[in-house]
């Protein structure tokens, strides 16, 4: 009976080995990481504080990696499925982003009309702009242009994998290119695309911001280029953190002025990032107890990316004060959205809701 015991014991220490090598910690606690990032982007003024430590860190040149690197694990993750064509899975995928795409402005927007009603609140809530929301992913809960990008970036990417074939990564990589041309050419400036906010962000904002991070990380995952890493692990760690440090410092590929997140510059930061923390020796662990906290603190996070907005300006002033704009009141508003996500999992693990919170 003890040595059945034991053997049962062995076989599951090696699945949960197995499992987390599948499942790249590294990665899920740099998006966790990012989170906290987008709330500090969105939510924190650096003039609310005099710590050096934090100033230094919440400068926009490292807040504004957490697009970039979003788009890059997103499509590196996804690569497998988009290559497979595999309708189920591309639905399956698809209904993880409109689920809480179309989800949480609906929840939100009628929160938003009770506490307007009951409190005589401001708080957006006409039908005209849930519209909107709804339509270009951006109005009371703008974080959500990326959901409504990556909708629309799994589409056209299946669409391209399935009339190209085996020339779909070539197609993607002249599309990087045009991009590219398009933002240093300062094609992307002219009057055309800036004269209404929507078009640019949405349509030629789509091909110009998002597209190359989504080809990159494709292409990652393309050439398995973690699994190829991995085998000069500490060569590749250190010559990953030495070029983000150069381009961190060095103007060597300049940011390209006026629009959030292009160049080639955040391109190869957001890449030399995610390198970093995948070859972190997660792999290595077989503590079960240490493997399952690690998932736990990561496992919500992307429920704080859907409702850090409207929860800071609920709390904020109104429910609870968490001092507005303040180091300490993202903490507190990144703490509260998860803790959300966390019994929204409990509760709704087993149906299709949890995506709204996971």
């Known amino acids: 009976m003890k040595k059945k015991y034991i053997k049962i014991k062995k076989d599951k220490a090696k699945e949960n080995q197995s499992n987390a090598k599948k499942f790249n910690y590294g990665l899920a606690i740099l998006k966790s990481i990012l989170e906290f990032f987008v709330e500090l982007y969105h939510n924190f003024r650096r003039r609310t504080t005099k710590n050096e430590i934090i100033i230094y860190y919440t400068t926009e040149r490292y807040l504004i990696l957490h697009v970039p690197s979003f788009f890059i694990m997103s499509f590196y993750l996804t690569c497998k499925t988009l290559l497979s064509l595999n309708p189920r899975k591309l639905l399956n995928r698809l209904m993880r982003l409109l689920i809480p795409y179309i989800g949480w402005p609906f929840i939100i927007f009628y929160i938003n009309r009770f506490l307007n009603k009951k409190y005589n609140k401001k708080f957006p809530d006409s039908y005209s702009i849930l519209k909107l929301q709804l339509l270009w992913g951006s109005r009371y809960l703008h974080p959500f242009w990326f959901l409504w990008t990556l909708i629309i970036l799994t589409i056209a990417f299946s669409i391209i ?60 995952g393309y050439y398995k280029t973690f699994d190829i890493l991995k085998k000069t692990r500490i060569k590749s760690l250190i010559l990953s953190m030495i070029i983000f440090k150069v381009t961190m410092d060095y103007n060597i590929f300049s940011y390209v002025k006026s629009v959030a997140f292009q160049g080639v510059k955040l391109n190869i930061q957001s890449v030399c990032v995610i390198f970093i923390f995948s070859l972190l020796p997660f792999d290595k662990i077989k503590n079960d107890i240490v493997l399952k906290f690690l998932t736990l603190i990561t496992k919500n996070t992307a429920g704080v990316y859907y409702l850090h907005i409207p929860i800071h300006s609920y709390f904020a002033d109104y429910i609870v004060d968490i001092k507005r704009g303040t180091f300490y009141g993202s903490i507190i508003t990144y703490l509260i959205c998860y803790v959300i996500c966390f019994f929204g999992t409990l509760i709704f693990g087993k149906t299709p809701i949890k995506y709204l919170f996971c």
């Open 161 to 220: 994998i399935f009339i190209f074939r085996k020339h779909s990564l070539f197609i993607l990589h002249l599309i990087l290119i045009l991009s590219y041309v398009a933002q240093y050419s300062g094609f992307v400036y002219n009057k055309i695309f800036t004269k209404y906010e929507e078009y640019n962000r949405r349509v030629f904002g789509l091909f110009c911001e998002s597209v190359p991070y989504a080809i990159t990380g494709f292409t990652l």
